[in-house]
């Protein structure tokens, strides 16, 4: 299932049918994955209580199973629930374990949604410092597997994260960065990275003014990928040195 695409309540109701074939025909493995796909879904419609209730009926199974992958993946999954509730303790509790876990196993590919997401808990705390290594060690497993999604969402962190330490310039481009990656894979912001988002273009355009901020904004735009992620690793590699931008 696609869960950023289409009708929600479409996906939803193929992840629902999904769910009571495994459920009916007893394959576990599977019936753990539908819980997870389901959740999720459930997650990004705001149904949050639901979608907690299938995580934790998924982790059960992923144990009894002995499927650490499985279990990781969806005690990351009831991570960003806990984002969602901005219940930041719990999340970085969670996130904490799953990077563990992948960590232990040596996944790398689903590894950088717990190093990001940690990287806003870290923001949202303001340890600004943690932030930048987490995401520089994020962009660096992107670049690895090659999740242009991943990219995308460490560099509207940094942006928040340079608006933040007086970069305004830097964080508008980023945002341009941002979101010419985005574009280019036709990715959606999930609910707790639009609002980051949106403040920080607020805090961008209060210090830069809306004609400097789209100005700026372009320049990130026309970028490459390659000087995009060279320069965004230098920007989260030391908060206190003075960077060259591009």
């Given at each position: 299932v696609?869960?950023?695409?289409?009708?929600?309540?479409?996906?939803?109701?193929?992840?629902?049918?999904?769910l009571?074939l495994?459920?009916?025909?007893?394959?576990?493995?599977?019936?753990r994955?539908?819980l997870?796909?389901?959740?999720?879904?459930?997650s990004n419609?705001?149904?949050?209580?639901?979608?907690?209730?299938?995580?934790?009926?998924?982790?059960?199974?992923?144990r009894?199973?002995g499927?650490?992958?499985?279990?990781?993946?969806?005690?990351?999954?009831l991570g960003?629930?806990?984002?969602?509730?901005?219940?930041?303790?719990r999340?970085?509790?969670?996130?904490r374990?799953?990077?563990?876990?992948?960590?232990?196993?040596?996944?790398?590919?689903?590894?950088?949604?717990?190093?990001?997401a940690?990287?806003?808990?870290?923001?949202?705390?303001?340890?600004?410092?943690?932030?930048?290594?987490?995401?520089?060690?994020?962009l660096?497993?992107?670049?690895?597997?090659?999740?242009?999604?991943g990219?995308?969402?460490?560099?509207?962190?940094?942006?928040?994260?340079?608006?933040?330490?007086?970069?305004?310039?830097?964080?508008?481009?980023l945002?341009?960065?941002?979101?010419?990656v985005?574009?280019?894979?036709?990715?959606q912001?999930?609910?707790?990275?639009?609002?980051?988002?949106?403040?920080?273009v607020?805090?961008?355009?209060d210090?830069?003014?809306?004609?400097?901020?789209?100005?700026?904004?372009e320049?990130?735009r026309?970028?490459t990928?390659?000087?995009?992620i060279?320069?965004?690793?230098?920007?989260?590699?030391?908060l206190?040195?003075?960077?060259?931008?591009?």
């Open positions: 696609d869960q950023h695409a289409g009708d929600a309540g479409q996906l939803a109701r193929v992840a629902e049918k999904s009571e495994y459920r009916t025909n007893g394959d576990l493995d599977g019936l994955s539908a997870g796909t389901l959740a999720v879904v459930l419609k705001g149904e949050l209580d639901r979608a907690e209730s299938l995580q934790q009926e998924a982790i059960e199974i992923a009894k199973l499927d650490v992958h499985g279990e990781a993946i969806n005690i990351a999954n960003n629930v806990a984002l969602l509730r901005d219940d930041y303790e999340a970085e509790s969670l996130f374990r799953s990077r563990g876990m992948f960590q232990e196993l040596g996944e790398r590919e689903p590894l950088w949604n717990s190093l990001f940690l990287a806003l808990v870290a923001l949202h705390k303001r340890r600004h410092d943690e932030a930048a290594n987490l995401l520089a060690e994020c660096n497993v992107c670049q690895e597997v090659g999740s242009k999604a990219i995308s969402n460490c560099l509207e962190a940094l942006a928040a994260l340079s608006v933040r330490t007086n970069r305004a310039v830097d964080a508008a481009r945002l341009g960065c941002a979101q010419q985005a574009e280019g894979i036709g990715l912001l999930e609910a707790f990275e639009q609002t980051l988002h949106d403040e920080t607020r805090s961008v355009i210090a830069l003014g809306e004609e400097e901020f789209a100005r700026e904004r320049h990130g026309h970028m990928m390659d000087d995009t060279a320069w965004a690793l230098d920007l989260s590699g030391g206190e040195t003075a960077l060259q931008v591009p």
